[in-house]
C-alpha cells in the first residue's frame, strides 16, 4: 500500500471511530431523555392525577433543553406504561406499580418488573383534625395570606416561580394552606432531593433499633473485599456526604454520574457503590446522590425481605402519610437521593416529626437525641451549611437581601424549590412544593423569614 492511501485509511479509520463514539453518546444522552420524560410523566400521571399533557407542557417544557423538547411521550393507562421516545428512537418505559409508583424498566421488561411487586396494604387515612387526620380550619391571618399570595404571584417571566403548593403549621396545627389551580390537598407532588432527609431519618430509625451505628460501617457486599479501603466509610460520614467516594452531581451535563445513575441505570444503589474514593473518608465534604443511594442499597442488604415495606412501617403508617411513595429503581433498591413523592400535607407531617423532637403522639420514631445530630454541621463542610442529610443553610438568589433565621432552622431541599423547612425553636414547619427551576426563581430563606412574624415570635412553650 502507498503512503497516500495508508494515511488515507488511518484518516477513514479515525473519522469511523469519531463517528461511532459520537454515535454512542448520542444514543446515550437521548436515553436519558428519553427516561426523565416517561419516568417524569408516569409519577405525575399515575400518582399526581395530573393530566400527561400538562406535565409535558409545564414540566418538561420548562427545561427549554434539547433533547428534552423532542422527546415523544407515550401513556398507556390500562396497562400503567409510559414510554419516551426521541424521533422514534432510545425507547425508555415507565412502569407503574401500586405502592411503589414508577420504575424505569432498564434491564428487565415491563412484565417483570410487574411480576417483581410486592403486594403493601395501603396506608389508611386517620380522622379528625390535622395531623392525626385531613380535617383542615383555620382563621386566615392577613400577613400570613399576604406572604401566600407573594409565594404564587408571577411578577415577571424571566424567572417563575411555579408554586404549587404551600402548606404552614404551627404549634402543630395548620394555619396556612394554598395550592395552585390543578393542585390541591390531595395531589402527591415529587419532594426530588427532600427524598434523602426521609433516607436518613429510616437511617436513624436502624440505629433506633440497634442494626446500625453512626460509628461503624454500613453494610454493604460490594466493599468487603479484602484491602477495600471503602469498607471503612461509617454511617455518619455517609449521612454528612464526606463519604471520599467520587461522583459527579452536574445536572447539566448530560453524561454525568447523576444522570446517568437515575436515568441510564437499573441499579442506582450499586452505580454508586462502584465509584472509587477520591479522598479519605470524612475528609472532604461533597453533595452527592449517589452516597444517599448507598444507604437506600445498605438498608436493603440490612432488611432483606422486610425492606419493601420498612418506610411505611418504620415512618409513613407512624406519622399517617397515607399518600408517601417511595419509588424504587428495576433492581429494587429504593431510589432514595431523588424519587419520592408525597402531598403537601404529609410533607409536612414529615417536618412536624422533626419540629417534635423525633417524637408522634408521645412515642419516640427517631432516638432521642437525632434532630439534634441531624442539625450539626458535618465537620468536613467548611461553610457549615450542612448536617447529616439536612441543610442547615440553603442558596440565595444572587443580591439577595440576608434572612436571619433562628439558629436551629433546618431544610430538607429539592430540585425546583422543594422545601420542608423547621424552626423547633418556634415550633414552626413550612413547605413549598413547585417547579422554580430558573436559578433565583425562588428564596426559601426569605419565605421562612416573613412567615415567622406572621404566626407570631413567641418560642415554644
Known amino acids: 500500500m502507498g503512503l497516500r492511501r495508508f494515511v488515507l485509511a488511518l484518516a477513514l479509520l479515525g473519522l469511523g471511530a469519531a463517528a461511532a463514539v459520537a454515535l454512542y453518546t448520542g444514543h446515550r444522552v437521548a436515553q436519558i431523555g428519553t427516561g426523565f420524560a416517561a419516568k417524569t410523566v408516569c409519577s405525575a400521571a399515575f400518582l399526581s392525577g395530573r393530566p400527561p399533557e400538562s406535565v409535558q407542557a409545564e414540566d418538561l417544557g420548562a427545561y427549554r433543553s434539547r433533547p428534552l423538547d423532542l422527546v415523544e411521550v407515550d401513556v398507556d393507562r390500562a396497562a400503567g406504561v409510559v414510554t419516551g421516545r426521541l424521533l422514534g428512537f432510545a425507547e425508555r418505559q415507565a412502569v407503574y406499580r401500586e405502592g411503589f409508583g414508577c420504575t424505569l424498566a432498564i434491564g428487565t421488561s415491563v412484565a417483570g418488573l410487574k411480576a417483581a411487586a410486592p403486594k403493601l396494604v395501603p396506608i389508611a387515612r386517620g380522622d379528625g383534625v390535622w395531623p392525626e387526620g385531613e380535617q383542615v380550619a383555620f382563621a386566615p391571618r392577613a400577613a400570613l395570606e399576604q406572604a401566600l399570595d407573594e409565594a404564587f404571584a408571577e411578577p415577571g417571566a424571566d424567572a417563575p416561580k411555579r408554586t404549587r403548593a404551600v402548606v404552614v403549621v404551627h404549634r402543630g396545627r395548620i394555619v396556612a394552606e394554598r395550592y395552585a389551580q390543578g393542585f390541591g390537598p390531595d395531589t402527591p407532588l415529587p419532594g426530588w432531593s427532600m427524598s434523602k432527609s426521609v433516607v436518613g431519618a429510616l437511617a436513624g430509625t436502624l440505629v433506633g433499633l440497634g442494626l446500625w451505628r453512626l460509628d461503624a460501617p454500613v453494610p454493604l457486599a460490594a466493599w468487603r473485599a479484602p484491602g477495600d479501603p471503602r469498607a471503612a466509610i461509617t454511617l455518619d460520614q455517609l449521612l454528612a456526604m464526606s463519604s471520599g467516594l467520587e461522583f459527579e452531581e452536574a445536572y447539566r451535563s448530560p453524561l454525568s454520574d447523576v444522570n446517568l445513575m437515575l436515568w441510564a441505570g437499573g441499579d442506582a444503589g450499586g452505580y454508586a457503590a462502584a465509584k472509587r474514593l477520591a479522598h479519605a473518608p470524612g475528609a472532604h465534604w461533597q453533595y452527592a446522590s449517589g452516597t444517599t443511594n448507598v444507604l437506600a442499597a445498605a438498608m436493603r442488604e440490612t432488611l432483606g425481605t422486610a425492606y419493601a415495606a420498612y418506610p411505611r412501617r418504620a415512618l409513613f403508617e407512624p406519622l399517617g402519610m397515607s399518600s408517601a411513595v417511595l419509588e424504587p429503581d428495576a433492581s429494587g433498591t429504593f431510589v432514595g437521593s431523588s424519587l419520592m413523592l408525597a402531598t403537601a400535607r404529609d410533607w409536612a407531617r414529615f417536618g412536624l416529626l422533626f419540629a417534635n423532637d423525633g417524637l408522634w403522639k408521645g ?92 404566626v407570631g415570635n413567641a418560642e415554644r412553650p
Not at 454541621?377 to 450542612?386: G, I, K, S, W
Not at 422545601?419 to 421562612?448: K, T
Request: aromatic share 8%; net charge positive; proline share 10%.
Open 363 to 454: 412515642t419516640r420514631v427517631l432516638p432521642e437525641g437525632w434532630v439534634r445530630y441531624s442539625a450539626t454541621p458535618a465537620a468536613a463542610a467548611a461553610a457549615r451549611n450542612y448536617g447529616a442529610h439536612w441543610w442547615l443553610k440553603l442558596a440565595r438568589p444572587p443580591g439577595a437581601r440576608p434572612a436571619e433565621l433562628p439558629p436551629d432552622t433546618l431544610h430538607a431541599a429539592g430540585h425546583g424549590g422543594q422545601y420542608v423547612s423547621i424552626v423547633p425553636s418556634r415550633a414552626l414547619v413550612v413547605v413549598r412544593l413547585g417547579h422554580a427551576i430558573d436559578e433565583g426563581a425562588w428564596d426559601q430563606e426569605a419565605f421562612v423569614a416573613r412567615i415567622i412574624p406572621a
